[in-house]
């Protein structure tokens, strides 16, 4: 049987909203190192999508131990793209009256990216609790809120 309730969130995230349950905090959690660096055999469509979802998030936010979610999601992003753009200079129907394979594949592709995608904290309700750290607090208090 497995772990019941819902999952556990990572303490790094906790942390960025606040702790609101004021639940203990692990501080032995595995913290995973190394950037994500964008794997070779990534097609170029799903390339251009890892550089902006790279570049859109906070620095570091995504490491090593991030990349094989992050490239199967790009991976789906790309599949669903070029999905869509064949059906648009195609038919939604086969010859026969049946919906085309490529509408298959492109449905397959947005629940793909919409499951990995809050893994990720891509979705505005996956980011709606967080609170990233301030830069700089400025002041003669700054120094007591740690």
Known sequence: MGNRGPKKKPTSLRILEGNPG???LNPAE???TGEAACP???QPQARTMWAH???AMPPGLYTGADVPVLAAFCEAWADHVRATEELAVGSLTTARGGKSPLVAI???AARTMAALGTRLGLSPADRAN???PAE???GKWA???G
């Open 136 to 138: 700089d607090m400025g």
């Open 40 to 42: 070779d055999h990534l």
């Open 22 to 24: 004021r639940l203990p």
């Open 30 to 32: 595995p913290m995973p």
């Open 106 to 108: 492109r449905n397959d």
């Open 53 to 55: 979802l790279v570049a």
């Open 130 to 132: 967080l609170r990233m």
């Open 143 to 145: 120094g007591l809120v």
